[in-house]
């Protein structure tokens, strides 16, 4: 069971209270970018096993939008952080490392 | 003025606790940024608090609940609702605020006896048990959303859509049969 702590009102709860907003950090391409940048934008996402950072919504609870960085092969929630970051913070990149260390890093 | 009337005008069931909807009540919602000082003034003419995260607080027949970091619910008497979001409004007319009376919108039950968390604990995916006097939680109960809080010694008190309301005691009614105590 996937269990988030949402940062906005400080719930735990399981996964049903929350709706999945899929990858987080996304830079957007729109009008007057290259067609690989829009296709990329639009498109490609990342499918890791493992290490992955994602959006979600506390659709049930406050109705506030975060990011989680957690690990999609066991379900280890490593921080739930505010969705106003564009991309992980430092706290959160040395929580994942202390954890996985062989892991390549962000990006 | 129309003749106003609940989602399921008080229907009732009795199981191993009492389940009700709970007629009409006034709510309003407030948002706005919740450390604004316009807030707290606002709030302290009408002797309200500004609770704090997850917080409900009870003075005088009216409570005043924290639903996110920028909404209040505050619920009253439902013909105190609409000179309360009145004044309300104007004494945040200064600020980026929006008071709203959705009382008609929603739809409120209680559910009295010594085992009325376990009612909702069977619905919803809260950790009731160890939900605290004085916090409100919101969540669901099993397709749809609701907030609960316990509102007396053995009775907790829902919020719902009005819309839902019909499928709220359904599930309320079940849960509390008698024999399906879950401890
Ligand atoms: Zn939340």
Known sequence: ???????????????????????????????????????????????????????WRHAYGCGKWFLAARDTNTLEVFATYKAQTSEPPADVIAKIKAKRPDWEGYK | MSDAVSALQGETHEGFVTVAEAGLMGMITIRCDLGSKGLAKALKAERLPVPGPRRIETVEGRSIAWMSPDELLLICPHAEAPALTERLSAALSGEHALIVNVSDARAMFTIRGAKADQVVMKLSPADVATLPAGEIRRSRTAQVAAAFWRSGEDEISLVSFRSVAGYVIGLLEVSARKGSELF
Do not use: Q, W
Not at chain 1, 7 to 20: D, Q, V
Not at chain 1, 21 to 38: I, Q, T, V, W
């Open chain 1, 1 to 55: 069971m996937l269990s988030l702590t949402c940062p906005c009102c400080g719930i735990t709860a399981e996964e049903t209270e929350f709706a999945p907003g899929g990858e987080a950090h996304l830079k957007r391409f729109g009008p007057g970018s290259s067609d690989e940048d829009f296709e990329s934008y639009l498109f490609a996402r990342k499918n890791p096993k493992g290490v992955h950072f994602e959006r």
